[in-house]
C-alpha cells in the first residue's frame, strides 16, 4: 500500500453569493448571510480564487469561513481527491474518536452520479466519497476518514443515541423527512428547492383531469348550495360538535345523494384554467399552486342506491366511475384495514380512499413536494370532517392504510399514483 498524501483543499460551497461592500465582502446563501468586514485584496482575490474550486488554502481567512460554514473541505491523495465535507452549517469544534464508534442510526448512504454520498439529518455536512476503491486506503492511516466521521456526526459513540428522549424519539426516516422538507440546512430557495418547475421542457406537465375509468358511470345529485347556506349549521356549531365517529348504522345506511352531497362540497372542481401551458383547477378546500393532486375512490361496502364496490370520483363531471367489484379481493382488503385501523374491527359503510397523482404536484416542486401532498391531505380531512358534520353524517379520519391493496384495486402505478389517506363516512348509530 503506498503512503496516502493527505492534503486539505478548499472552495466556497455551492449557492453561495459573493458581494462586494466597499473594501470588504459579505456572503450569500439564502436565507444565510455574513459580512466580511474589511479585507485585504490579498484575501479579496483569495475569495475569488475559492469561488472557482477547490485549492490549498490557509491563514485567518480560511479558518473564519471553515467556521461559519461557508467552505466544502476536500481530503485529497497528491491530486486524487479522496472525499469532501460538504457543510450544510457551521461545524461544530473537532470531538475526540469515540472509543467505541459506530455508525449512528440516522446515516444513509446514497449515491449521486459517480460519488458515494454520506448524509444524516444530524451532520452538519454531507460527506462525499468519490472513488470508493480507496475508502480503504484512507481509513487505516492514523483513522483520518474516521475521526472526520466523528466530527462530521456520522460515527457515534455505541449507545450515544439511545440515552436521551430527544434523539431516540425520531425514526431516522421521519428526521430525514423533516429536514429535507423545510427550508433550512438542506432546503432553500433557488439550490433545488420549492416551486422550481425543474420538469418544464424535460417532460409534459400531467393534465388536471386523469384518464377517466371505463367502468359504469353513476350521476350524482347536485347539491343547492343557496339553500344549505339558509339551512347549515354555524362554522362554530360545525367546530364545536365535530367528533370522530366510528361506528355505523347499518340498518339505515347513508344514501347516494348524501355521498354525492358530501362529495361535491368538499372535492368538485370549480374551475378550471390554463397558465405557461399547466392546467389548474380550483376547488373546495386549497392546495398548493392550485395543482390539486388529490383523487377521491369511494370504497362502497353499504350505501342505499349504489352497489357495493370500490368507485373513482370524476371531480370535473360529478360523477362515479367503477373501479373495481366489491368482490374482488383487495377492495374487500381495504375495507377490513380501515376497520382494523379504527379499532372497531368493523369496515365502514364507505371509506374513501385518498389518492395522490404526485406527478402533478412533483412536476414543480423540489424537495418539499411530498410534504405538500400530506399537507393537502390534512385540510382535506379538515374540510370533510366539517360537511360531514354539518350533514349529520359519522366521519373519522384514519392514520393510516394499505397502499398494496389500493394498487391493486386501481391497477395504477404507486409511482405515479399512491395512495396516501384514508376517511370514513357513514351514518350515525343511534343512540341506545
Not at 384518464?211 to 347549515?232: A, F, N, S
Amino acid at each position: 500500500m503506498s503512503l496516502l498524501i493527505r492534503e486539505e483543499r478548499y472552495e466556497l460551497r455551492p449557492g453561495v453569493h459573493l458581494a462586494r461592500l466597499g473594501s470588504g465582502a459579505r456572503l450569500f446563501a439564502w436565507p444565510h448571510a455574513e459580512t466580511l468586514g474589511d479585507l485585504t485584496e490579498a484575501e479579496l482575490d483569495l475569495l475569488r480564487d475559492l469561488a472557482k474550486g477547490p485549492r490549498p488554502a490557509s491563514g485567518p481567512l480560511v479558518e473564519r469561513l471553515r467556521a461559519g460554514g461557508w467552505l466544502k473541505i476536500t481530503v485529497t491523495d497528491g491530486d486524487r481527491p479522496l472525499y469532501t465535507l460538504d457543510p450544510l452549517r457551521p461545524p461544530p469544534p473537532r470531538p475526540p474518536v469515540p472509543e467505541e464508534p459506530v455508525l449512528s442510526r440516522f446515516a444513509a448512504l446514497r449515491r449521486d452520479g459517480e460519488t458515494l454520498v454520506a448524509s444524516s439529518p444530524l451532520a452538519w455536512c454531507d460527506l462525499r466519497i468519490h472513488d470508493p476503491a480507496l475508502v480503504a486506503e484512507v481509513v487505516s492511516p492514523a483513522g483520518a476518514l474516521l475521526a472526520d466521521l466523528a466530527w462530521a456526526g456520522l460515527a457515534v459513540a455505541r449507545g450515544s443515541e439511545e440515552a436521551e428522549l430527544r434523539v431516540r424519539q425520531w425514526a431516522p426516516h421521519e428526521l430525514e423527512f423533516h429536514e429535507r422538507s423545510r427550508v433550512g440546512y438542506r432546503g432553500y430557495l433557488g439550490d433545488g428547492f420549492g416551486g422550481t418547475f425543474w420538469a418544464r421542457g424535460r417532460f409534459e406537465p400531467l393534465r388536471a383531469r386523469p384518464e377517466p375509468y371505463p367502468g359504469e358511470v353513476i350521476g350524482l345529485r347536485v347539491p343547492d348550495l343557496e339553500e344549505l347556506r339558509q339551512k347549515d349549521p354555524t362554522l362554530t356549531d360545525v367546530l364545536e360538535g365535530r367528533r370522530s365517529r366510528r361506528e355505523h348504522d347499518d340498518t339505515r345506511p347513508i344514501t347516494l345523494d348524501l355521498l354525492g352531497e358530501l362529495l361535491y362540497r368538499t372535492s368538485r372542481v370549480r374551475e378550471t384554467w390554463v397558465a405557461d401551458g399547466v392546467e389548474y383547477t380550483s376547488k373546495p378546500y386549497p392546495s398548493g399552486g392550485s395543482v390539486y393532486e388529490l383523487e377521491i375512490y369511494p370504497v362502497v361496502r353499504n350505501v342505499a342506491g349504489l352497489e357495493p364496490g370500490m368507485y373513482h370520483y370524476d371531480a370535473h363531471e360529478h360523477v362515479l366511475r367503477q373501479v373495481r367489484e366489491a368482490a374482488h379481493p383487495a377492495v374487500r382488503r381495504l375495507l377490513t384495514v380501515a376497520g382494523h385501523g379504527a379499532a372497531t374491527g368493523q369496515r365502514p359503510q364507505v371509506l374513501l380512499a385518498i389518492s395522490s397523482r404526485a406527478g402533478r404536484l412533483l412536476w414543480k416542486y423540489e424537495g418539499m413536494g411530498y410534504a405538500l401532498t400530506l399537507k393537502h391531505v390534512g385540510v382535506l380531512y379538515q374540510t370533510l370532517y366539517c360537511v360531514a358534520t354539518a350533514m349529520g353524517l359519522a366521519a373519522c379520519g384514519l392514520g393510516s392504510g394499505d397502499s398494496v391493496a389500493f394498487a391493486e384495486a386501481t391497477g395504477r402505478d404507486p409511482l405515479e399514483e399512491c395512495a396516501v389517506g384514508e376517511f370514513m363516512i357513514g351514518t350515525v348509530e343511534a343512540p341506545r
